[in-house]
């Protein structure tokens, strides 16, 4: 044993023995390798004055469960302190910030479109862009904070002794800041930004499930201003995630359950005033929300994904009642069916409904579907192709709410768009506003040159109907005519208007 390490040794030893109840004890010495770990256990001999130490050297085991404990507390990628010890850590810190009525501040911090660099550059370049921001974080805290990752990119934030000069706002800029520096990963230069939601306490929450959760939804509304940014968390916030959540929850099972309907809403030709076809249009009845607008579920539909089996549904449903209508009213009616974004990326869609359409023997031609512009922004390869697709089958394809995003005249040029749908917002201000009639005036003439049909959505007047005719519009459709309404009261209807 070197020298230096013997006295270490004794000295322990000596400490030890001056407490005269102690009967075992581990100590840490250190070595020439590092520090070993040692456990001493004494035992007084009977009847005599002398004593027996027992040494063992438990430097393996020591290892062993500081491993286990690193596992259980730090993320193995970054070494910051997990999900767990972060919430141990904020509980603690709250604790604490009760009794000394110290200002606590939890940042929830969100990694803008990582998903995207790990898709497009691999999970290899993605790993070292989070240790990377792991250490980016780290620099710009002090030591009494906390940086935690609570898994794939999502980091805490955990700031105590809150004061003007140190409080959670400028520490938010500085945080989105840092990040406007590239980061330099394998001879890459490669911009990351950050969505930060802010929860502070007491204001907003005392317990840490509620603050984090907090935190969380000021975290989305920072994405949803476009991201790069911070945000507070509001009450406001707070009842638009729970309306959230419990659209959420009873989702899951409600096409089960048969809780979604299809209305229809008829369309006319004006040149004539006939009925010519119909808009499907979703429905849910829930008996614990009631009834939900589409404006309000099909977005997180979208985002759960349960927009593909409830699109699935939508499809079968229209086309059975379309061929059941055609040969009720013995006529080529047409039915147009909307699709949002995500069911593209539905890989059965298109063969789905080829099968049906040519199960119930319909032509193709009577079938059409809507898309908005929000399709085509991101210029996908498999959204091309579906497109393709879809006229190749024959399938009529329409712009929908037309007027409303950018209105782009090279989408009309690129794909081949059969129908336009002049958004409801233009139509409504037609007989007040003359901006609004030049404006519905000349997207008419436009499309006409491009060989598109023209439809008015959401015709409310007579005045507007009369207008819309004299513009040289085709089709119109709205409250003035017909509300959406159910298969059984639009088989009643009268086809057509006078
Ligand atoms: P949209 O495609 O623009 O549908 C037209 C909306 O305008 C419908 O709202 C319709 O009820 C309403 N509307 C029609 N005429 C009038 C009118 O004269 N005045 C007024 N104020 N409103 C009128 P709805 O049914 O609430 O649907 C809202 C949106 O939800 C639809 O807008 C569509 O984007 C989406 N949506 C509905 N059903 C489906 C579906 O099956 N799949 C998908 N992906 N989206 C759907
Ligand atoms: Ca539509
Ligand atoms: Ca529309």
């Not at 706002?169 to 990963?185: M, Y």
């Not at 699935?312 to 059975?320: G, R, S, T, W, Y």
């Not at 024959?394 to 209105?407: A, N, P, Q, V």
Request: charged content about 25%; hydrophobic content about 40%; aromatic content about 8%.
């Amino acid at each position: 044993m070197p020298k230096k390490v013997a006295n270490q040794f004794q000295s322990h030893i000596a400490k030890a023995l001056q407490q005269k109840d102690i009967t075992s004890f581990e100590y840490e010495l250190s070595v020439p390798q590092g520090l070993a770990y040692f456990e001493a256990r004494i035992s007084h001999l009977k009847e005599s004055q002398q004593m027996m130490v027992i040494i063992r050297d438990i430097t393996e085991q020591h290892k062993a469960a500081e491993s286990i404990r690193q596992h259980a507390y730090f993320d193995s990628l970054t070494s910051l302190p997990n999900r767990f010890l972060s919430l141990d850590r904020l509980s603690q810190m709250l604790k604490e910030a009760q009794r000394s009525k110290e200002k606590v501040a939890l940042l929830f911090l969100d990694l803008d479109d990582f998903k995207k660099v790990n898709d497009s550059l691999g999970h290899e370049v993605g790993d070292k862009l989070l240790i990377e921001s792991a250490k980016r974080l780290q620099n710009v805290l002090r030591k009494e904070d906390t940086v935690g990752r609570l898994g794939g990119d999502e980091f805490i934030i955990l700031l105590r002794n809150l004061n003007e000069h140190h409080n959670a706002l400028s520490i938010a800029e500085v945080l989105l800041k840092t990040f406007r520096e590239p980061f330099n990963i394998d001879d890459r230069e490669l911009i990351l930004t950050l969505s930060i939601g802010i929860a502070l306490y007491p204001v907003n929450g005392v317990v840490a499930s509620d603050l984090l959760r907090n935190a969380d939804t000021a975290m989305y509304q920072a994405k949803g201003l476009g991201r790069n940014t911070y945000s507070f968390f509001t009450q406001e916030m707070n009842i638009v995630m729970q309306r959230r959540f419990a659209i959420e929850e009873q989702m899951h099972g409600a096409l089960e359950r048969n809780e979604f309907e299809l209305y229809y809403q008829p369309q006319f030709d004006l040149s004539n005033n006939n009925m010519i076809g119909a808009e499907a249009l979703l429905r849910w009845h829930n008996p614990t929300l009631g009834n939900v607008t589409p404006d309000e579920f099909i977005p997180i539909a979208e985002h759960t994904g349960l927009i593909v089996p409830i699109g699935q549904f939508v499809i079968k449903q229209a086309l059975e009642f379309l061929s059941h209508w055609q040969h009720k009213q013995n006529k080529k009616l047409t039915m147009a069916v909307n699709l949002s974004p995500r069911q593209f990326r539905d890989k059965k869609l298109l063969s789905l409904i080829q099968k049906t359409i040519n199960d119930l023997g319909i032509d193709f031609k009577d079938f059409e579907l809507e898309i908005t512009e929000g399709v085509l922004m991101g210029g996908q390869r498999y959204i091309k192709d579906a497109l393709l697709e879809i006229n190749s089958l024959g399938i009529k394809l329409s712009m929908d709410d037309f007027g409303t995003g950018y209105s782009s005249l090279s989408y009309l040029r690129q794909y081949n768009f059969d129908v336009l749908k002049i958004d409801r917002s233009f139509i409504n201000g037609i007989t007040i506003n003359k901006s609004d009639c030049d404006l519905v005036k000349a997207t008419i003439a436009m499309s006409h040159s491009l060989g598109l049909l023209v439809v008015a959505e959401g015709v409310e007047t007579k005045e507007q109907l009369v207008l819309l005719k004299e513009l040289g519009c085709d089709f119109v459709q709205g409250y003035y005519l017909s509300k959406p309404i159910t298969a059984k009261q639009l088989i009643n209807l009268k086809s057509d208007f006078t």
